[in-house]
């Protein structure tokens, strides 16, 4: 209660000293779902979204009549679901975030859910390349190791692909790994800082437990924690028992993504987010993205971190990561060169 209300007041305090001038137009695809819900809810209690634009194939209407009586100043627009709604939620939009998709169910694996996802996040791409394609795109729709090289697909074909503009959501991955660390040691989970390298899926998420102020953490209790920060999505899977995977929790993480985007738009300094881009890292090993501490600016991609030192264990978990990390990126490329 006493969390929430402080987060309440330093958005009231944010909405004085948000100008006109920062006015910035928010469209959530997807808005209506287990994340698209209570994302755009944050979006709109933030006083640096000036127009949240809501769009789904049901029930964006209804969401953002909902939302529109909240006392915040920020205009709620909800679309029809076809192609002029969706232009139209898109058009002059200054970030695009993208929760469109299935969900996991126990038992499935993030990668389950290509055949579904990859063609609903590619023809998304598609409009947005046409209405926004001066966007910065947040991608949340798994498995967001190959959902982010379809989106730089589609945007490459149309000659429009601007590579510091595409992200993949890898915040919530740093916010459990806060979380967790804190359980273990004691500590507040908000002071926390854990760097989370690599991609999105089991083995590719890579905690960088020696960079965190707890490199003594060793043995059963480090593997162990390893292993919940790699795999922590699916106590959630479980829990729901086929209702969905995380909604709550990863709408926080997008709302905290986009928050710490508009920050840097708006001149910010210094604003760094661990996120899934087009990496110049391991190019050299034919993996084309990957996710490090990313500094954002007024354009986006403002400067990629490298991995830092790490140490043996790191590296092992670093080298199992680009094995799977390389071909989840190779199926994402070839679904959209075999269908474009
Ligand atoms: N990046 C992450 O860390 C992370 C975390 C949790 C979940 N996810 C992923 O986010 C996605 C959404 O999860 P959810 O729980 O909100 O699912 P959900 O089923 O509750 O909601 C998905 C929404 O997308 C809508 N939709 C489907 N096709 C669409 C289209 N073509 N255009 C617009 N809207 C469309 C649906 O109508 C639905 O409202 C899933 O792929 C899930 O795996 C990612």
């Known amino acids: 209660m006493f969390a929430a209300r402080q987060t309440f007041n330093l958005f009231q305090k944010r909405a004085f000293s948000a100008s006109a001038s920062q006015a910035s137009k928010v469209t959530v695809l997807g808005a209506a779902g287990g994340i698209g819900q209570p994302l755009s809810l944050l979006l709109k209690l933030n006083p640096r979204v000036s127009e949240l634009s809501l769009y789904d194939i049901r029930g964006g209407p209804g969401v953002a009549a909902d939302l529109s009586h909240i006392n915040a100043n920020s205009t709620v627009t909800g679309y029809e679901p076809n192609t002029e709604g ?28 290509f055949n ?19 966007a910065k795109i947040l991608v949340i729709s798994n498995p967001v190791n190959s959902t982010v090289p379809i989106v730089s697909e589609v945007f490459k074909a149309r000659g429009v692909y601007n590579p510091k503009r595409l992200f993949g959501v890898t915040t919530l991955d740093v916010v459990r790994a806060s979380r967790f660390i804190s359980q273990v040691q004691g500590t507040d989970p908000s002071a926390e800082k ?8 089991g083995v590719t998420i890579v905690p960088l437990l020696s960079q965190s102020g ?11 924690l390893v292993n919940r920060i790699q795999f922590g999505g699916d106590e959630v899977v479980k829990a729901k028992d086929g ?8 709408a926080m993480a997008g709302a905290r993504f986009a928050e710490s985007l508009l920050r840097a738009a708006q001149g910010e300094k210094g604003v760094i987010e661990p996120t899934f881009v087009d990496s110049p890292l391991y190019k050299d090993q034919g993996i084309d993205f990957f ?9 986006g991609v403002e400067q990629i971190h490298s991995v830092g030192e790490i140490n043996e264990y790191e590296q092992k978990l670093l080298d199992a990561c680009l094995v799977d990390l390389k071909k989840n990126i190779q199926k994402g490329v070839d679904f959209v060169k075999a269908n474009p």
């Open 194 to 201: 854990v760097p989370v390298v690599g991609g999105h899926s």
């Open 86 to 113: 969706l232009h139209a939620a898109l058009k002059g939009s200054e970030i695009v975030l993208i929760p469109a998709g299935v969900p996991r169910k126990p038992g499935m694996t993030r990668d389950d859910l």
């Open 243 to 250: 209702a969905g995977s995380a909604t709550l929790s990863m």
């Open 214 to 224: 707890h490199a003594s953490l060793a043995g059963e209790a480090r593997d162990a």
């Open 116 to 134: 579904t996802n990859a063609s609903i996040v590619r023809d998304l791409a598609k409009a947005v390349a046409e209405a926004s394609p001066e």
């Open 291 to 299: 996710a490090s501490r990313v500094e954002l600016g007024a354009n």
